[in-house]
């Protein structure tokens, strides 16, 4: 069965621009979960939704929100975009939440802000 | 914070040789633990995973070993091979965290000559 999609692969935005990144989770999965990945601070969790509610949030500011829709495909946004929030977004789908649930990961999105 | 961390960043093997990376975690509540794999360009791969009733697991090739004494999880690779080159990190979620919220290492880069 196909796996965690995430569009797009790679976006350049200028800072004070926002963004858009989308994730359509394995089918039948139900829990999505975003990640921030950089050299520095490696993977952190930013927010994780279920049967489009989120149900955990990382510590992230404001400007980094998300949403989750009927189908559970998932979308988050960023807005003015600071230099410091060029990343790797990862998308992860999981059957259901809860803790000791496996969780498979995208390819990412590649957001570079100029 | 609480943090999962890995004691080495980096570890270079031989083909054909066995590999251990290992990781120390600090929240004694943690219940579930998982490695994944990080090759260039792509999002992290489940690998193994284990729960805390649990000493060891093994896979195909991989072993995780779980030491709640010392809050210590380890990872064997047998017979590794090049293919094997890549990212390793280990996640933790525990009882405390809603959800799937994973707390990742910073992650040890493996390399394997021929």
């Known amino acids: 069965k196909a796996g965690v999609t995430q569009t797009p692969r790679y976006l350049i935005k200028t800072r004070g621009q926002q963004v858009t990144l989308s994730c359509s989770p394995i089918s039948g999965h139900r829990s999505v979960s975003w990640y921030q990945q950089t050299p520095g601070q490696g993977l952190q969790f930013l927010f994780e939704y279920f049967s489009e509610t989120q149900r955990n949030k990382g510590n992230f500011p404001g400007r980094f929100s998300g949403r989750q829709f009927s189908n559970s495909r998932s979308e988050m946004n960023v807005s003015t975009l600071e230099l410091g929030d060029s990343a790797l977004y990862l998308c992860?789908?999981?059957?259901?939440?809860?803790?000791?649930?496996?969780?498979?990961f995208g390819q990412g999105t590649r957001l570079t802000v100029v | 914070g609480e943090s999962v961390g890995l004691h080495l960043p980096t570890l270079s093997v031989q083909e054909g040789d066995n590999s251990i990376i290992n990781c120390a975690y600090s929240n004694s509540a943690s219940d579930y633990f998982i490695w994944y794999k990080q090759e260039s360009g792509k999002g992290p791969q489940f690998i193994i995973d284990i729960r805390s009733n649990m000493d060891k697991r093994q896979g195909q090739r991989v072993t995780v070993l779980l030491n709640k004494t010392v809050k210590h999880l380890s990872l064997q690779i047998a017979a590794t091979q090049p293919g094997d080159s890549a990212v390793y990190f280990c996640a933790e979620t525990g009882p405390n965290q809603a959800g799937t919220a994973l707390i990742f290492g910073k992650g040890t880069t493996l390399s394997v000559s021929s």
């Open positions: 992860a789908s999981s059957l259901n939440p809860g803790g000791a649930t496996e969780a498979f």
